[in-house]
């Protein structure tokens, strides 16, 4: 397969292996900035100094950026970034299945569908072939606890992780002191790219999504409270 999407590889940390199930604080509501993020950095779409979205002119291969940018495409105007990242949600409302669909037709994930009480059909994604996230977890290892300095696409990776509380989760295999200076050096980095006018279009989009997710789940549940 080639190289992996920034939502793939929040994915892949976001998964338990064997449950196919989002692990830990995971919230696969998260994937849809990534995905606009991905758009971006494919060149699929470009974000203008007001960061409005505008869809380029060859629409990408990949099967998840392909649905995201369609619908891009096929708005009258160019939207605000926060606009997609809102209406993602709705046109998408399973985005790990959707992100997961190169990884399955690759043997990196399998899909195992079921149903709950017989009425709710549920989708696991468990590990299939560990190997990509095992070198996915060693380059973060790499740059979080050894200080290796990243690229840009790692760079973005990681602001993701940290905007979404995932940093620990990408460094399970750490002690507690490297997960300390890994969490440390991830603030860092994703503090940088706020500042970076290269990359400042899908930095306000993985925090959008972050802030996005996590004001779902704190009116689910205040709603559950009552």
Not at 35 to 56: F, N, Q, W
Request: contains cysteine.
């Amino acid at each position: 397969m080639g190289d992996l999407l920034l939502s793939e590889e929040l994915l892949l940390i976001g998964l338990h292996d064997e449950t196919g199930k989002s692990d830990g604080w995971f919230d696969p509501s998260a994937l849809h900035g990534a995905l606009i993020c991905d758009l971006i950095e494919s060149g699929a779409v470009t974000v203008d100094e007001k960061k409005r979205v505008h869809p380029g002119d060859r629409a990408p291969e990949h099967p998840a950026l392909r649905k995201v940018y369609d619908l891009v495409a096929a708005e009258s105007k160019p939207r605000h970034v926060w606009h997609w990242v809102n209406t993602l949600p709705w046109k998408h409302p399973k985005p790990a299945e959707l992100v997961a669909e190169r990884l399955v037709d690759d043997g990196v994930l399998s899909r195992e569908e079921g149903k709950v009480l017989g009425l709710f059909r549920t989708t696991r994604l468990p590990a299939l072939d560990p190997a990509p996230e095992r070198a996915l977890r060693e380059r973060l290892r790499a740059v979080l606890v050894t200080g290796i300095e990243p690229d840009a696409h790692d760079a973005l990776l990681i602001a993701l992780l940290h905007s979404t509380s995932q940093v620990k989760t990408a460094l399970a295999g750490a002690d507690p002191t490297e997960r300390k200076i890994g969490v440390k050096r991830a603030a860092a980095i994703a503090k940088d790219l706020k500042h970076n006018p290269v990359v400042k279009a899908q930095y306000d989009a993985a925090v959008a999504a972050a802030m996005a997710a996590v004001t779902a789940t704190v009116v689910a549940t205040t709603s559950g409270a009552g």
